[in-house]
């Protein structure tokens, strides 16, 4: 593809480059020591054929073992910083604050200091996604007392490690964790119950969100003085026509909105149109009640301003039509909205990858950008993740094209739109148990060997590519460009 390369393709000064991960698709070790069992050791043991390959993550990367090489690849790419969660049930055994596990504290000690020698920044996401089974036995996160069970974890890690650990994740992606998960049945807690349970989790992820940013904010800011907020993981929603131009708007406020408003609005709260919408569909539907709780004044202050940045995953795009009548509608957020009668669908000239939900779209990073900015003014944004699902090979070109594609994008909100993104993070540092894929879907800039005992970890060409970028700090012409 020919490229115009210009002089404008270099980053801020001080923009910084990372990668990520997350505990559960890497660590294994997944009864190590007292370790507790987490909501996906449960999903994989019970329900193997959730799990494309029918594997699991009881060994993953062994990175419980393994983290020095973690360090030595993430140094190796030359990264500023490194992204990775902590294991709730590595560190409070039973999910409670009754017992701290020394093995499990030591486990991300070591972590940390290691990569601090190498002078890479850790970066923290305190909860990716492993909810202690024990929590779930009790609602998990349709139980409103989860606000205190999650901010008194939160509390016990920033008492660890927030003398050394400055930018801190509360919770990644609540969408996955709400609406994912409760819309399919597919994803742990492996529970179908699309109608109350997603709403019902989203207030009550952002009250721990907010709960946990205030012990940050009163007790640690003070001494350490670092930044933290919430990642939401979001999809760019375009309309299909423009006769689906509000109904896009309403899904975007369903699913970016109702993760954003909260926080990032100057009057808190849900937002408006969705609050409405969805007060007229419970009607309909013959509740007496919004689905959607309501915030009381007090929580809506409590939930408001919470954030020191925006943190954004974003990886692919959909289309928005209006269902036809008696049309089936697909799941939420990637096929379709039953509760908003929309249905999503994909552009013809959006490539497909080896994620099925995944079509690549660049330029929606940059349309998603502009439309929070136009929502919520200037803020700050980091990029917390952003990257490519392969099969498999060291000479992986489309993760090349995609990083420089997306990348491009990423500049242009930042030199045209006077966006202020200051970071970017690559999914992922190296290829892991993503999910309900398992090991067949590969995002790693390093590759590794799942039959080795020594999970031998490989560099693949775009990790070299990535390196490129930190170093020139710019998007520089990839190694195909000129083929
Ligand atoms: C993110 N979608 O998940 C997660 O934070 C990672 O743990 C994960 O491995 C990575 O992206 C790649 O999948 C997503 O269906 C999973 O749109 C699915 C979707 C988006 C993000």
Excluded at 33 to 58: A, F, Q, T, Y
Excluded at 372 to 398: A, C, H, M, P, V
Excluded at 448 to 455: A, E, H, L, W
Aim: charge should be negative; charged fraction near 25%.
């Amino acid at each position: 593809m020919a490229c115009a390369w210009g002089s404008d393709l270099t980053f801020p000064p001080g923009f910084k480059f990372g990668a990520a991960s997350a505990a559960y698709q890497i660590e294994g070790g997944w009864n190590a020591s007292d370790k507790g069992e987490s909501i996906w050791d449960h999903l994989v043991h019970e329900n193997p054929e959730m799990i494309g390959d029918r594997s699991n993550g009881d060994v993953a990367c062994d990175s419980y073992h393994l983290w020095q090489r973690d360090i030595e690849i993430a140094s190796e790419i030359g990264l500023h910083f490194y992204r990775f969660s902590i294991a709730w049930t590595r560190i409070l055994p039973t999910g409670f604050s009754d017992k701290i596990s020394e093995d499990g504290k030591n486990y991300y000690n070591r972590l940390i200091d290691g990569l601090l020698e190498k002078g890479i920044s850790p970066v923290i996401s305190i909860y990716h996604w492993d909810l202690p089974q024990q929590l779930q036995d009790l609602g998990g996160w349709v139980n409103p007392l989860i606000v205190d069970w999650f901010s008194d974890y939160a509390r016990v890690v920033f008492s660890l490690y927030a003398d050394r650990v400055k930018t801190w994740i509360t919770i990644n992606e609540p969408t996955m964790i709400c609406d994912e998960s409760y819309n399919t049945g597919f994803f742990a807690p492996a529970i179908l119950e699309p109608h109350i349970s997603p709403y019902v989790c989203a207030k009550n992820v952002l009250l721990a969100h907010a709960k946990a940013w205030r012990i940050y904010d009163e007790e640690y800011r003070p001494k350490y003085n670092g930044e933290i907020t919430l990642a939401n993981h979001l999809i760019w929603y375009e309309p299909l026509g423009e006769e689906d131009f509000e109904l896009t708007e309403l899904v975007r406020q369903n699913l970016v909105g109702r993760y954003s408003h909260p926080v990032y609005s100057k009057e808190g709260g849900w937002p408006p149109s969705l609050e409405k919408h969805m007060e007229e569909v419970s009607r309909r539907k013959g509740f007496q009640r919004s689905v959607l709780p309501p915030f009381t004044r007090e929580e809506i202050d409590l939930v408001k301003g919470t954030f020191d940045f925006y943190a954004m995953n974003h990886y692919t795009s959909r289309l928005v039509r209006k269902a036809e009548p008696s049309e089936h509608i697909g799941s939420f957020p990637l096929n379709g909205a039953p509760d908003l009668e929309a249905v999503f669908e994909k552009d013809p000239s959006w490539s497909i990858t080896t994620s099925q939900w995944f079509y690549i779209n660049p330029e929606g990073i940059r349309r998603q950008l502009a439309w929070l900015q136009k929502e919520y003014g200037d803020i700050k944004f980091w990029i917390t993740e952003n990257g490519l699902s392969t099969t498999s090979g060291l000479e992986d070109r489309e993760r090349i094209e995609f990083y420089r594609d997306y990348l491009k994008e990423v500049l242009l909100a930042i030199n045209e739109d006077g966006q202020k993104v200051t970071g970017y993070t690559a999914w992922t540092l190296m290829d892991n148990f993503e999910w309900n894929d398992g090991y067949n879907s590969k995002f790693g800039l390093y590759e590794v060997n799942f039959t080795s005992p020594m999970r031998t970890r490989r560099q693949r060409a775009s990790a070299r590519y990535y390196k490129q970028i930190i170093d020139t700090h710019s998007v520089p012409r990839s190694p195909y460009d000129d083929l």
